[in-house]
């Protein structure tokens, strides 16, 4: 007896309503990245390792997946370090190429690899799968798409304030009320790190705080004591955990905190000018909110970050993020090139809309008219209506065997066919079709010559 055939963990088949639903996402956001001016790219689905490995800090690198090389490749490993049998010095030997982990990354690669042919700053945006080995749950996926914008060439803070418009934009036309834009600045959190003593742990220090929805305070505070954050650092960080007030409240107590750091205030400096702003310009349904817990744990970001939530009534990790990233390309060696950029977590987003039940309903129609079998003759002449329909932007189609009625109308409701045509012997001589809506079960009697006025 054959195995039944499975998927691996974390990945996903899609029927015909849910790529269509999808389908639906990504043309909204395609349609408002290119209203506010982004080109699309695309990059290869993998990179050489050495292009993704250690942009991501250390998290982030354990979650790459890496491809074996091609062939015998355990040939040109050396015994000794076989028999150590330590995966991370055996896979440099073993793995030369990498899945992409999100879409920045391969885009500063792009951006230095095609500089003599773009125009600064540089507006794109794509929209591709991305994959990570992390473990599968509720909204996390190991293969998944992100659909992001970025500029790069760019040090206006008008494009972080651009950024935010967008996020309002789209989830407005996908009627996605109650998102919450969440921002921070990387300057900030190097301010607080300054302060409390701890400059020399600001990835560790923000990796932990970027865990407090999760973990809450007291987690926060033992993985800091862990990472070797003094228990006095701690105690002075610890307000942050219970923020509160207007965003311009929390910003001047922020000013209190950071009075003697530089960089902190020239965070706060920053996040004023974005906040007042958009104060001037206005959000349709999005709320902005500045959260001084927001770290995100990526290591190329610089200045504002941003993280989405969705409505209150939904339990749903972030469904968008980004930021600024001053020096992203240097890496790849492309100096002094500042940029911005935001994701859109499609798949969460997806779960949101269908959770709060607002696709429209017109994605569950997979065809427009379908045409009924009653035998050789009439398919013919069913096939040249379908065809003249089809030249007209209506979705028509044949069914493809002449089975039993019960059978046939059976299938038009399994696909939420609104309407059905049916030609038999009488109608194919007198020239004439029949139409049925399918939910009132009313049908008329129609001049095959009036076929495409009746779908106009």
């Not at 015998?72 to 015994?79: E, G, S």
């Not at 009132?440 to 006025?453: D, F, I, R, V």
Request: overall charge negative; aromatic content about 10%.
């Amino acid at each position: 007896m054959s195995q039944r055939p499975g998927i691996p963990k974390g990945t996903r088949d899609f029927a015909p309503v849910e790529v269509a639903k999808r389908t639906y996402i990504i043309n909204t956001i395609k349609k408002h990245f290119e209203n506010f001016g982004f080109q699309p790219i695309e990059t290869p689905s993998f990179e050489n390792s050495e292009t993704l490995m250690g942009k991501y800090g250390e998290e982030g690198d354990r979650l790459i997946f890496k491809i074996l090389n091609s062939g015998d490749y355990l040939r040109k490993v050396d015994d000794k370090i076989y028999e150590d049998r330590q995966s991370a010095a055996l896979t440099k030997y073993i793995s030369e190429k990498a899945l992409r982990y999100d879409l920045t990354v391969p885009f500063a690669r792009y951006v230095v690899m095609h500089q003599n042919e773009i125009d600064f700053p540089f507006k794109r945006y794509q929209v591709q799968p991305v994959w990570r080995a992390d473990r599968p749950q509720k909204g996390r996926f190991r293969e998944f798409y992100q659909c992001d914008a970025d500029v790069v060439g760019s040090n206006s803070l008008l494009q972080e304030v651009e950024f935010i418009q967008l996020y309002d934009a789209v989830f407005s036309s996908l009627k996605l009320e109650g998102t919450t834009i969440k921002m921070n600045n990387r300057k900030i959190l190097s301010g607080i790190a300054e302060v409390i003593g701890a400059k020399d742990k600001l990835i560790d220090f923000t990796v932990a705080l970027d865990k407090l929805d999760k973990i809450g305070a007291e987690g926060v505070q033992k993985e800091m004591l862990a990472k070797g954050i003094t228990e006095e650092a701690i105690a002075k960080v610890a307000p942050l955990f219970n923020f509160n007030g207007t965003n311009e409240e929390r910003l001047q107590q922020l000013e209190t905190l950071l009075k003697d750091s530089e960089e902190g205030l020239k965070g706060i400096e920053e996040l004023s000018f974005i906040l007042k702003t958009i104060a001037a310009l206005g959000l349709k349904t999005a709320t902005l909110e500045l959260d001084v817990t927001l770290a995100r744990g990526l290591n190329y970001y610089t200045g504002a970050i941003f993280e989405v939530a969705a409505p209150a009534q939904v339990k749903m990790g972030s469904i968008g993020g980004g930021g600024r990233y001053d020096d992203l390309t240097g890496v790849f060696g492309l100096k002094n090139i500042s940029g911005v950029g935001i994701s859109f977590g499609l798949d969460r987003i997806y779960l949101v809309l269908e959770e709060l039940g607002v696709f429209p309903e017109s994605l569950e129609k997979t065809i427009d008219v379908l045409f009924i079998n009653f035998g050789e003759e009439e398919a013919l002449q069913s096939l040249k209506a379908v065809k003249t329909l089809r030249e007209g932007g209506v979705k028509a189609e044949l069914y493809p065997d002449n089975a039993k009625m019960k059978k046939q109308m059976n299938y038009a409701n399994r696909r939420n066919v609104p309407y059905i045509i049916m030609i038999g012997g009488q109608e194919l001589s007198d020239t004439t079709f029949v139409l049925k809506n399918m939910e009132n079960g009313e049908q008329k009697t129609y001049p095959m010559t009036e076929l495409s006025a009746v779908f106009k």
